[in-house]
């Protein structure tokens, strides 16, 4: 199983931006999904989480700006950023909790990071 994380970029403030991470290989099904973001010198957080069905959660300091939603159909999972400020600027990851079988458990998964920079 392997996670693609794409659409990272350079942007300048007020900008937007839309990150994709799509999910391949022996997948029986995906549980929740998230995002999340690594400023340099700063721990990981979450940004971001959307569940099997349609519940998210996001951290304060994004809500009413991103935007997570999921094409179960693609494997795929969004992150629609707008109003970007230059604090978003990190690596983002996406993670997912995948079964591989209807006899395993959900393992979790990473994908590589994704470089965003909001700056003028």
């Known amino acids: 199983v392997q996670l693609q994380a794409s659409g990272g970029g350079s942007v300048q403030p007020g900008g937007s931006l839309r990150l994709s991470c799509a999910a391949s290989?022996?997948?029986?099904?995906?549980?929740?999904m998230g995002w999340y973001r690594q400023a340099p010198g700063k721990q990981r957080e979450l940004v971001a989480r959307i569940s099997s069905g349609t519940g998210t959660n996001y951290v304060d300091s994004v809500k009413g700006r991103f935007t997570v939603s999921r094409d179960n159909a693609k494997n795929t999972m969004y992150l629609q950023m707008n109003s970007l400020k230059p604090e978003d600027t990190a690596v983002y990851y996406c993670n997912a909790l995948i079964r591989v079988s209807v006899l395993s458990g959900s393992y979790e998964y990473w994908g590589q990071g994704t470089l965003v920079t909001v700056s003028s």
């Open positions: 290989g022996r997948i029986f099904s995906i549980n929740a």
